[in-house]
Antibody
Framework: EVQLVESGGGLVKPGSSLKLSCVAS????????MHWIRQAPKKGLEWIAL????????YYADSVKGRFTISRDNSKNTLYLEMNSLRSEDTAMYYC??????????WGQGVMVTVSS | DIVMTQTPLSLSVAIGQSASISCKSS???????????LNWVFQSPGQSPKRLIY???KLDSGVPDRFSGTGSETDFTLKISRVEAEDLGVYYC?????????FGSGTKLEIK
């Protein structure tokens, strides 16, 4: 059974940093690309980042480019999202998701990030 | 970026009746490999999203055959026949043909 478990969220002040983790199990993590997707409170879904299975390519939404970094450690079956210069508009539930051609087939349960002074 | 427009924004349906959600993309989703990467994603209240349908009409494992997806190019439809209480929540279309992946704004299904 595929499981994706996010952690690392919390309440932070504007301008600060935070690093999210997503531990994967139930599939060969090193063979699949992985995504981060977020959902602001009471809002829709926004894709924010993709990393290839071997970290050879990384893609970002314009809204986070230059501030967020996606990475992975295949030896630990773990995906990361390092978030810098956080803004109030980054407040959201953050989900990791397993890549499937044309999208994502499995999602984690999400981790909440709140940016507020 | 490709804009995904869903209608209606909300839908109230009695148990046992059918529901239909439309999704239109701002350009054709037919990719160079001939496939159309249009997904339907469901989020029940307080839960994380779950994919229901991929490549327009292919049901994910475990998804009841009450759900069906149709469409091509820029116009797509999710149909739920015989709505059940567990179907309440928000349905999103999502295109994966072009980067960045983009979602519709969602359709909230309520049980009448």
């Amino acid at each position: 059974e595929v499981q994706l478990v996010e952690s690392g969220g919390g309440l932070v002040k504007p301008g600060s940093s935070l690093k999210l983790s997503c531990v994967a199990s139930g599939f060969t993590f090193s063979s699949y690309g992985m995504h981060w997707i977020r959902q602001a409170p009471k809002k829709g879904l926004e894709w924010i980042a993709l990393i290839y299975y071997d970290s050879s390519n990384k893609y970002y939404a314009d809204s986070v480019k230059g501030r967020f970094t996606i990475s992975r450690d295949n030896s630990k079956n773990t995906l990361y999202l390092e978030m810098n210069s956080l803004r109030s508009e980054d407040t959201a539930m953050y989900y990791c998701a397993k890549h499937s051609p044309g999208g994502f087939d499995y999602w984690g349960q999400g981790v909440m990030v709140t940016v507020s002074s | 970026d490709i804009v995904m427009t869903q209608t209606p924004l909300s839908l109230s349906v009695a148990i046992g009746q059918s529901a239909s959600i439309s999704c239109k993309s701002s350009q054709s989703l037919k990719y160079s490999d001939g496939k159309t990467y249009l997904n339907w994603v469901f989020q029940s209240p307080g839960q994380s999203p779950k994919r229901l349908i991929y490549q327009v009409s292919k049901l994910d494992s475990g998804v009841p055959d009450r759900f069906s997806g149709t469409g091509s190019e820029t116009d797509f439809t999710l149909k739920i026949s015989r709505v059940e209480a567990e179907d309440l929540g928000v349905y999103y279309c999502c295109q994966g043909s072009y980067s960045p992946l983009t979602f519709g704004s969602g359709t909230k299904l309520e049980i009448k």
